[in-house]
């Protein structure tokens, strides 16, 4: 007998959310999700996905890939501390290492796993850690899986962290303090501002946790945020995904030998979760060597980001102020900002809207997410569409 009450506990809330117009129904890709889609048979201009580099549909990785099937099978058969490390996930880490600039890394399943396991590994309740109100979600919920103390401060404002810092550590209630950000604000493309973070963490001893999901490949000419700023002694944790820029799937910490020795024996997905599979890893070692030999991916990305921003800000749209690719168009209104993205859509460009509570209300926007694959004709298309539709609803 399925339970009346699941029953009844889901009905109503899938119809408060269908009353609210707050539920998502997924737009299914047809075929591979490249700089052009197709959804429901219609072909789109894609500017909604975070394939930074357009490796995801590479032919070179694709090529590796395939080989990595041949030689080792589809799955790796076990986790990594039974016989799930295959040699591919040691030189996949080796040449994460090798890439941030670090002793060692550790690759996980997802970014969003490698969170849950790399926070949880080292803090616990005994200790308190200062998270930027801005941080991604799988930072949230990682924090809230070690049962350290969660201390919020404002969005990349330094003197509340200083403050904050203080108390924390002058209140002698903590053993171990961090202090955690994202390399780069994925709704506002802004970047956190690491040099008086790493100050202010000398300052009052703080463990350092970098999550560069959307730094890595955009920033220090590929290497990330981090590298940015110069930064890679000083801070504790570099952690990354291997599913935007690089193309794949993954995440990953690169830190100090000891701190990746201990992760490796007390992360709890790498412990109890099977490891990426051969083709998975194959192709992320291959995405990353391609970065490191040439910024020529890197480059077409920025001028890419840098043409759109430049378009849509002489139309007339607000953009914010984004220092990455990343290219907010804030429309402001809920219901307005759904409607253009829909006209958009029926125009021919893909940009999802994004609005309350993911961005604070009055603030809807659609997001822009240019990449090294698209073509300044499909900029060019993208842009006259913009303006059609800007036009159309007065909005420009
Ligand atoms: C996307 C993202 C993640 C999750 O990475 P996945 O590899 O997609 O699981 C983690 N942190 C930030 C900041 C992200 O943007």
């Known amino acids: 007998m399925p339970s009346e009450t699941l029953n009844q506990f889901l009905n109503d809330n899938l119809q408060e959310l269908k ?40 032919d070179r990785l694709k090529e590796v890939a395939k080989d990595a099937v041949d030689s080792h099978g589809v799955g790796a058969g076990a986790v990594r501390t039974i016989n799930g490390t295959l040699d591919l996930h040691v030189k996949l880490e080796e040449k994460i290492a090798e890439f941030k600039g670090t002793e060692s890394a550790i690759a996980y399943q997802s970014g969003f796993n490698c969170n849950m396991a790399a926070i949880s590994a080292v803090m616990d309740k005994n200790d308190a850690i200062l998270s930027d109100e801005l941080n991604h979600a799988s930072i949230i919920d990682g924090c809230r899986l070690s049962k350290a103390k969660i201390l919020r401060f404002n969005h990349s404002d330094m003197d ?47 463990i350092t946790y970098v999550d560069d999901a959307h730094g890595s490949g955009v920033l220090g000419k590929g290497a990330g945020t981090v590298k940015h700023f110069g930064l890679q002694n000083d801070i504790d944790f570099q952690m990354g995904t291997l599913s935007k820029a690089i193309g794949v799937v993954g995440g990953y910490v690169a830190g100090k030998q ?19 599979s051969p083709a998975d890893v194959t192709a992320c070692t291959k995405a990353i060597d391609l970065l490191m030999e040439s910024t020529e991916l890197h480059d077409r990305m920025w ?10 800000k002489e139309l007339g749209f607000d953009i914010g102020d984004s220092e990455t690719p990343i290219t907010p168009c804030v429309i402001g209104e809920e219901k307005a900002t759904q409607e253009f993205s829909k006209r ?12 309350f ?27 006259a569409i913009y303006e059609k539709v800007g036009k159309d609803m007065g909005l420009i």
Do not use: C
């Open 303 to 312: 001028e890419n980001g840098d043409y759109l921003k430049k378009g849509l």
């Open 357 to 383: 509570p993911t961005v604070p209300k009055g603030s809807g926007r659609v997001r822009n997410m240019p990449t090294a694959a698209h073509t300044k004709e499909m900029l060019d298309e993208a842009l």
């Open 344 to 355: 958009l859509f029926d125009e021919g460009v893909y940009a999802k809207s994004i609005v």
């Open 19 to 58: 009353d609210q117009g707050l539920y998502n129904e997924i737009n299914v890709v047809e075929g591979p999700n490249g700089p052009r889609i197709t959804i429901d048979g219609k072909e789109l201009i894609n500017l909604s996905s975070n394939n930074y580099l357009g490796l995801a549909t590479d």
């Open 258 to 276: 000891n701190l990746i020795d201990w992760l490796k024996v007390r992360s709890r997905p790498f412990l109890f979760s099977t490891s990426l």
């Open 160 to 206: 509340d962290l200083r403050q904050k810092a203080k108390e924390a550590k002058e209140s002698g209630q903590y053993n171990k303090i961090m202090i955690i950000t994202d390399g780069v604000f994925s709704m506002d493309g802004d970047i956190a501002k690491l040099p008086e973070i790493v100050e202010i963490a000398k300052e009052f001893d703080l």
